[in-house]
Each structure stands twice: as C-alpha cells, then as structure tokens.
C-alpha cells in the first residue's frame, strides 16, 4: 500500500486518482501508523513552505518521514520535493525535512515569467529507477516559484528555464523528489508513477 500524506497542503485527489487510473493501492491519510505500515509513501504539496512544514509538525509527522525515509521509498511530489531538502528561503528560512541536502530558493530567470509554469523537457541526470522506460524525448508539467538547488550527484533529472532547475532528486535509496507534477504530466508522469509503484 502507498500513504499519500494527508496534512492540509497537497494535491492529494489528483495523486490518488492517477494512482487508482494504475491500479496501485494507496490510501489518503495522516496518521503515523498508516505510513509506517504502509510500504511506500508520497509526500505532495502546494502552497507555501514555512505553512506547510508547519502542518508537519502540528500532526506530529516530522520524524515519523525522516524516519520512514531511511525504510521504504518515499516520493515528494512539488512543494512535497522542496520540503524533502535541509531549508527553504520562501517567505522567511525555514527547516525542511533534511533528507537531501541542499536549499530551496527563488528561482532567478531574468526575462522568464515566474513562476515556471507550463511543459518541459526532462534533461538526465545521475541514473534513477523513476526515469526507466521513459522516452529520449519526456516532458513535464511544472507550475512553481522556488526550486531546488542541490549537488550535482542528487539531480537525476533537470529542465532548462533562465538555468539549470532541477526536476526530479534522489538520494541513490529510498528518497526521490519530483518539482513537476507527474500525476499531471501525461503518459510520462504515470510511467514515472508506475516505476515508483514497482520499487
């Protein structure tokens, strides 16, 4: 079963209903017997950073993910991916969920309209179990503000937008981050979910 985290900022419905279209059990929740349980767990979101992190620890999940993460795989999915790293720069510094290390800060295009918001292609990084099967040519939905910015030998997968942006982090185990939303990208995205579902 797969725990999609239920905490009050995700795009929860979409991820279930992309995940059902595939025939992968999941279940909507927020308790921490249910992640632990559960044999993978993805982590969406939108909105604000510091807000979010926020609605983290009010249900106590904080460490129940740090600690889940180093046990099964876990996917973050947008501002999901961004909390995944050690801090944010959105509003004011906040702490993340430390599990790749790196920062998540405004993204600097000058001449590009922010935020990044449309389709692009997905340029290959360090190899990763998400990105098997997918065509030379893959592209992606993104709609956001801030990006990542992490080391080369976490980025498995990065678009071009005023620079380098990465799309998809892993930590070469159990932890990935997708700054585009697969459950609305397509063929891609569900390829992208399906190889997760196959971990």
Known sequence: MIAIVDYGAGN????KNALDYLGLDSRLTDSAEEIEAADKVILPGVGAFPAAMEMLHRRGLVEVLRTQAKQKPLLGICLG??????????????EGLGLI?????????????IPHMGWNK?????????LQGLPGEAYVYFVHSYAA??????LAAWVGYGGRIPALVYDGAYVF??????EKSGEIGLQI???????
């Open 149 to 154: 910015k992490c080391r080369d030998e976490h």
């Open 122 to 130: 997905l340029e290959r990084g360090v190899e990763c179990p998400l």
């Open 12 to 15: 929860i419905f979409s991820v």
């Open 177 to 182: 981050g997708a700054q585009f939303h697969p």
């Open 81 to 94: 991916m961004q909390m995944l790293l050690e801090k944010s720069y959105e509003f004011e510094v906040c």
């Open 101 to 113: 290390p790196g920062t998540v800060e405004r993204i600097d295009a000058p001449g590009l309209i």
């Open 193 to 199: 979910l399906r190889n997760f579902g196959a971990l």
